[in-house]
C-alpha cells in the first residue's frame, strides 16, 4: 500500500471550514483513499473514501486532486467534537480481508 | 444496537501473566482483526480472520495468540512472551467480498502490565 505523509497538527477555530491536506505521491491506480478519525482514547471511526473523484457525505467532503497524489479532507464547519486524530490511508481495494496501515495522522485542535 | 464491545476497558496484570482480550461483534461481519496502539502512534496490525477457523498474522504477531471459533468472538491472548505488552488493543471487523468495505472498531481495551 501507498504511503501517505500528514502534517503532525493543525488548529481550527470552531465554525470555520477545516482542511486537512494528504499527501500519497506513490499512490496506484487500484488504490483507494480513506479516512479515519479516532477521538481522543476511542477506536477509530470511518469518515469517507475516494477514488478519484470527489466525494461529500455527512461528515466530510474528500477532494482529490487530477494526478491523486494528494488530497484533503474538508470538515465544513467544525466543532469542538471534531478535535481528534485524523489518518489518512491508501489501501488496494479488495473483496478480503486486509490491514489499514495506520500512520501517525493529524491531531486536529478545534477551538473556540 | 449493532456494534463490536471489548472488555473489560481498562486491564491490570502482572508480567509474566498470560491475559485474554475478548471481542464481540453482532454486526455479522466476516472478518475480525486486532490491532495494538502505543502512544503518540497509529495501530499496528497483530492478527486478523477472515472467516470462522481461520486467521494470518499481522505485522507484529509475536507474543498473541487468537482463536476464532463463532463468527462472532475473535479473543486475543497476550502471552508472557510478548516483550511490551502494555498498549491500547483495538478489535475491529469488516465484511468482505466487495471492493470497498470499512472496518468498525470497538472501544478499545487499554492494558497496563507491571
Known amino acids: 500500500d501507498a504511503k501517505t505523509t500528514q502534517p503532525p497538527s493543525m488548529d481550527c477555530a470552531e465554525g470555520r471550514a477545516a482542511n486537512l491536506p494528504c499527501n500519497h505521491s506513490?499512490?496506484?491506480?487500484?488504490?483507494?483513499v480513506y479516512w479515519y478519525r479516532q477521538i481522543h482514547s476511542q477506536g477509530p471511526q470511518y469518515i469517507i473514501h475516494?477514488?478519484?473523484n470527489n466525494e461529500t457525505n455527512e461528515m466530510a467532503s474528500l477532494i482529490i486532486t487530477e494526478d491523486r497524489k494528494s488530497s484533503t479532507l474538508i470538515l465544513p464547519h467544525a466543532t469542538l467534537r471534531d478535535t481528534a486524530v485524523y489518518y489518512c490511508?491508501?489501501?488496494?481495494?479488495?473483496?478480503?480481508?486486509?490491514?489499514?496501515?495506520f500512520g501517525t495522522g493529524t491531531r486536529l485542535q478545534v477551538t473556540l | 444496537d449493532g456494534g463490536i464491545t471489548q472488555s473489560p476497558k481498562y486491564l491490570f496484570r502482572k508480567e509474566g501473566q498470560n491475559v485474554t482480550l475478548s471481542c464481540e461483534q453482532n454486526?455479522?461481519?466476516?472478518?475480525m482483526y486486532w490491532y495494538r496502539q502505543d502512544p503518540g502512534q497509529g495501530l499496528r496490525l497483530i492478527y486478523y480472520?477472515?472467516?470462522?477457523?481461520?486467521?494470518q498474522k499481522g505485522d507484529i504477531a509475536e507474543g498473541y495468540s487468537v482463536s476464532r471459533e463463532k463468527k462472532e468472538s475473535f479473543p486475543l491472548t497476550v502471552t508472557s512472551a510478548q516483550k511490551n505488552p502494555t498498549a491500547f488493543y483495538l478489535c475491529?471487523?469488516?465484511?468482505?467480498?466487495?471492493?470497498?468495505?470499512?472496518?468498525?472498531f470497538g472501544p478499545g481495551t487499554r492494558l497496563t502490565v507491571t
Open positions: 475491529a471487523s469488516s465484511i468482505t467480498g466487495t471492493a470497498f468495505y470499512e472496518q468498525y
Open positions: 454486526l455479522n461481519h466476516d472478518a
Open positions: 506513490t499512490i496506484s491506480g487500484n488504490e483507494y
Open positions: 490511508i491508501v489501501r488496494v481495494a479488495t473483496g478480503t480481508a486486509s490491514k489499514l496501515t
Open positions: 475516494g477514488l478519484k
Open positions: 480472520s477472515q472467516i470462522v477457523n481461520d486467521f
